[in-house]
C-alpha cells in the first residue's frame, strides 16, 4: 500500500509541474567516465587533455536530486553522463532517485548483462536509453574504437 501511496504521489507531482509549465526532467551527470572511445564524442579529447575531473561522490550525487526534489518535486530524472554503468553504486543512486522520481538512464549497454539489468529495475529504473550508433557489428568497433564489445553486446 506504501508503494503504490508514493507511485500516486509521483504521478501527481509529474503531471502538476508538466500542466504548470514548470521542469518535469532532469539530467544528472553521475560519471566522467567510459568504457568506449567513440568518434563524435568529447570523451576522448577531455580525456587525453586530462580535463576530466573525479566523479561526485554517491552523497553529493544524493544532495543534487534530493535538491531538485525540493524545488520541483517528483521530475523525471536521467542518469547520464559518459557512461553511466561504470558506477559500481549505480543501483543505489537508482534507489536514491527512485524514491521521490521516475528514473531513467543513459547507456551505451555495453557493461550490462540479465544480472545487472535486473538489479536496476530492482533498485527502481523505469527506463533505459541505449546508444547504438549502428547495427553494424564492423562499423559499430570502428566508431567505438574498442573491438572487445559489438553490437550483440548491446542487444544482449
Known amino acids: 500500500m506504501v508503494a503504490v501511496l508514493n507511485e500516486s504521489r509521483k504521478a501527481v507531482s509529474l503531471a502538476a509541474n508538466f500542466i504548470l509549465s514548470r521542469p518535469f526532467y532532469a539530467s544528472v551527470d553521475i560519471t566522467n567516465f567510459c568504457n568506449l572511445r567513440c568518434d563524435g564524442c568529447d570523451y576522448p579529447l577531455l580525456?587525453?587533455?586530462?580535463?576530466?575531473?573525479?566523479?561526485?561522490?554517491?552523497?553529493?550525487?544524493?544532495?543534487?536530486?534530493?535538491?531538485?526534489h525540493k524545488a520541483f518535486g517528483s521530475l523525471i530524472v536521467v542518469l547520464a553522463g559518459f557512461e553511466p554503468t561504470v558506477r559500481t553504486d549505480l543501483d543505489d543512486i537508482i534507489a536514491a532517485a527512485s524514491k521521490h522520481n521516475y528514473v531513467g538512464i543513459v547507456t551505451n549497454g555495453t557493461l550490462i548483462d540479465r544480472r545487472k539489468a535486473a538489479s536496476m529495475w530492482e533498485a527502481g529504473l523505469s527506463f533505459a536509453s541505449v546508444s547504438l550508433p549502428t547495427t553494424n557489428d564492423k562499423r559499430f568497433r570502428e566508431i567505438t574504437q574498442v573491438q572487445r564489445y559489438g553490437v550483440r553486446d548491446v542487444k544482449n
Not at 580535463?51 to 552523497?59: T, V
Request: glycine share 14%; hydrophobic share 35%.
Open 47 to 68: 580525456l587525453g587533455q586530462r580535463q576530466l575531473g573525479k566523479d561526485l561522490s554517491f552523497e553529493g550525487i544524493e544532495e543534487r536530486i534530493e535538491a531538485l
